[in-house]
């Protein structure tokens, strides 16, 4: 049937080359009349140019078609950008008529606890800088961020403002039950902070420093060697310089930094050391340089509050190579290393501050050093009997001394559930924001209280997100 | 030991008899110790006392005075009874906890503890017989929808009669989502009688669709064209908030699953005829 000149040349047959043989086959069938009043010639459809008759190769005709999408597909970085995105506001919950904003010294009184408080405008801000705010917390459900007052918020606010009275460090590790407000907690010391004015250096995810996630470079001249994660450091300083300006502003150096990729005499703000750093390339330079400067005794600084949430990822080998293809010790970051230094008590603060570690329940390795020393010091903090003091277990060889070294002598807070007071205090927060569609009586605040034994994470699961509303 | 002292506890204790006490059967002497007191728990006299046991309660020199609260409460009781009124509310005394309320609300119920219609949407959100994950996909729909702005209603694709204002939705989710699947459910399915228009065509009859079956099918749509959607972002939300943002599409009039209703609502009017024919009948 088909034209034997199709198959042969590749020349593309068109109407310009003339053509001894007819290119078209004639028809061995008359057209087809779809109705007798149709003629044949009217319904012989009008064939114009090259027919291929026969059978051709088909490739792929088993696959489906595919649709040609006209959305764009989302650029790169967008979908995590849209994914970890915080909303901190519901225009539709309704405004809460008693909420006051807190204030300086709203978390040390005690008459606030079982208090609804919310964050002012600027601490907002300050704590979006240093990413304190969560994508698993619920903020978006309400008009504005608030936070619960517990028992053990003002008790620790007063122990760390104790220690800055007395220009000392407190160091403490935050432990717990699964969302049980850990990570609440630090927030809540960083906005006490941040009312204070104090210097806030957070670290939000400590597993963005160990998983070996961003770049890394040795320190040379180190023993044993040293690592700075460059990426993040300017990521951190630009954290700090974004939340903490207002202070930096009023700060001085007292030491000149020729180092430095910008000159920075002494006696200039350390907003200046923070704006030196414009790429990666020295951003370790600049956030040594921030931190000596920060902590130079004698010299008139705020105090300072140092925080990380992960505590367990630092608190073991990193997944970090050396050359020789061994595993770096997370105390072997430069960054880790600080805070690590710090928390073991290495640091003293010119006036005084705190080192908050708060430990996560979810995606966290094990590191077993970190959890007998917790335990350990736990007891200790109780006054047990030294019989009831858990030891290691001699059979198990994955200990750390250097994580004992550091969890020596910190202090332990624990966080469990709330009393059913404070579980009524959120309680008629989430109602009279319009959440919680229930009359808010001991029936239903026990209800709820018991589903979690008071853990706040799990009222909330059974009380916000349910399907139940 | 009784959890409260109320009058039926201290009528116990006082055990008034009509007959003379030497008739009856000799009581234990930890019955007589016992009074109106606070201290409820009974006290054994000693076996070798000499001093008889104190048998008349109302010299009771020994059962506490009637002091307290819940004492004057039982005298009260005593009082309003004596007047002929009856002091006991049957639904507080007796029970730890009060009896419930009738006709118990619809929801305390185990199995019809949701909203009927999110219990159903979320058995069709339901794959590979997760139903944990759809409660919970459920859930994040919700609120989805209760952090959305108010929809903007489309006056050319108006809502179920009666359906509550905009500005009222997000607040309710669950009558959002109700009222969103309510109003383009459709009301018929077209069914074909294969062979029965002749040549080999089938016979399309519209039928009447029940609640639950018009709900589904305007879910299953609704699952459709979420389907055909781009996620914007990634991570286990995504799917829930793509299905959130097509009902919230189809309250403002945006989506595309308007026009299957009326499809179908076109078909089974074309159709209507069909329903006499006389080759179906006996088959519906």
């Not at chain 1, 450091?233 to 180092?259: F, R």
């Not at chain 1, 340089?289 to 005794?297: D, F, G, K, P």
């Not at chain 2, 007959?19 to 201290?39: S, V």
């Not at chain 2, 309320?101 to 590979?128: F, G, I």
Request: with cysteine.
């Amino acid at each position: 049937m088909s034209a034997p000149n199709c198959l042969r040349c590749l020349v593309r047959p068109s109407t310009a080359i003339p053509l001894a043989i007819p290119r078209q086959a004639s028809p061995l069938v008359a057209p087809f009349a779809p109705f007798s009043t149709t003629t044949a010639t009217a319904a012989k459809k009008e064939v114009k140019g090259h027919v291929r008759g026969g059978k051709k190769l088909v490739l792929g005709k088993f696959k489906k078609n595919k649709v040609e999408s006209r959305v764009r597909p989302p650029g790169p970085g967008e979908r995590k950008a849209y994914r970890k995105r915080i909303t901190l506001s519901n225009d539709n919950a309704i405004q809460v008529p008693w909420l006051t904003d807190m204030g300086p010294g709203s978390l040390l009184d005690t008459a606030n606890v079982a208090k609804v408080l919310a964050l002012p405008e600027e601490v907002q801000d300050q704590l979006r800088a240093s990413e304190a705010f969560k994508t698993t917390q619920s903020w978006k459900m309400f008009r504005k961020p608030s936070v619960l007052v517990r028992t053990e918020t003002v008790d620790l606010m007063n122990r760390i403002q104790g220690a800055v009275e007395k220009r000392q460090t407190l160091r403490v590790a935050i432990t717990g039950d699964k969302v049980a407000g850990k990570s609440m907690m630090l927030l809540q010391a960083m906005s006490h902070a941040y009312l204070n004015n104090w210097i806030v250096i957070h670290v939000p995810e400590a597993h963005e420093l160990t998983t070996a996630c961003t770049d890394y470079a040795p320190i040379p001249g180190t023993e044993p060697p040293q690592y700075t994660q460059p990426t993040y450091a300017l990521k951190l300083i630009h954290a700090i310089k974004k939340a903490n300006e207002k202070i930096l502003a009023k700060t001085y150096t007292v030491s000149a930094h020729p180092e430095l990729p910008q000159n920075i005499p002494a006696n200039t703000p350390l907003l200046a050391i923070a704006n030196a750093a414009k790429e990666a390339d020295g951003a370790w330079a600049v956030f040594h340089a921030l931190w000596n400067e920060l902590t130079a005794q004698g010299a008139n600084r705020p105090p300072i509050l140092l925080s990380l949430d992960g505590l367990a990822h630092v608190m073991k080998t990193s997944d970090y190579r050396a050359p020789g293809f061994d595993r770096i010790h997370a105390h072997d970051l430069s960054l880790v290393r600080l805070f690590a230094e710090a928390l073991g008590g290495g640091v003293q603060f010119p006036n005084g501050g705190a080192v908050l570690g708060a430990t996560s329940r979810s995606n966290t390795p094990r590191a077993p050093s970190m959890e007998l020393a917790l335990a350990q010091r736990e007891a200790e903090q109780r006054h047990a009997d030294p019989a009831e003091v858990p030891q290691k277990d001699a059979f198990f060889r994955g200990y750390d001394e250097r994580v004992e070294a550091v969890l020596r002598s910190v202090q332990v807070l624990r966080l469990g559930g709330v009393s059913k007071l404070e579980a009524r205090a959120v309680m008629e927060y989430w109602a009279a924001s319009g959440m919680l569609r229930a009359a808010v009586d001991e029936k239903t605040v026990t209800e709820k209280w018991a589903l979690g034994s008071g853990v706040l994470g799990e009222m909330e699961r059974a009380s916000l997100l349910t399907m139940r509303i | 030991m009784p959890p409260r002292l109320n009058i039926w506890s201290a009528c116990r204790a006082l055990s008034l008899r009509t007959r003379a006490l030497a008739q009856g059967p000799r009581p234990g002497p930890a019955m007589f110790t016992r009074g109106l007191a606070d201290n409820t728990t009974s006290q054994l006299p000693e076996r070798n006392s000499s001093a008889p046991p104190p048998f008349a309660v109302s010299s009771n020199s020994q059962t506490a005075g009637p002091t307290s609260q819940e004492n004057e409460t039982a005298l009260d009781q005593l009082r309003m009874i004596e007047y002929g009124l009856n002091p006991l509310d049957a639904s507080v005394e007796g029970h730890k906890y009060g009896l419930p309320e009738l006709p118990l609300p619809s929801q305390s119920n185990t199995k019809h503890r949701y909203d009927s219609v999110v219990e159903q949407v979320t058995r069709l959100l339901m794959r590979d017989g997760k139903l944990a994950k759809a409660q919970r996909d459920m859930a994040i729909i919700l609120n989805y929808l209760r952090t959305s702005p108010p929809p903007r209603l489309d006056p050319s694709k108006p809502l179920l009669p009666g359906a509550p204002p905009s500005s009222h939705l997000p607040l309710d989710p669950v009558s959002y989502i109700g009222v969103a699947i309510d109003s383009v459910a459709p009301l018929i399915k077209v069914r074909g009688f294969k062979g029965l228009a002749g040549g080999g065509k089938s016979l399309e009859v519209p039928m009447p669709l029940g609640a639950r079956q018009r709900r589904r099918t305007a879910f299953q749509w609704i699952l459709d064209a979420v389907n055909k959607k781009h996620s914007k972002g990634s991570g286990r939300t995504m799917f829930p908030h793509r299905v959130a943002e097509e009902i919230v599409a189809v309250v403002e009039g945006r989506s595309g699953v308007w026009d299957r209703r009326n499809q179908v609502h076109k078909s089974g009017t074309g159709n209507r005829a069909n329903l006499n024919d006389m080759k179906i009948r006996g088959k519906l």
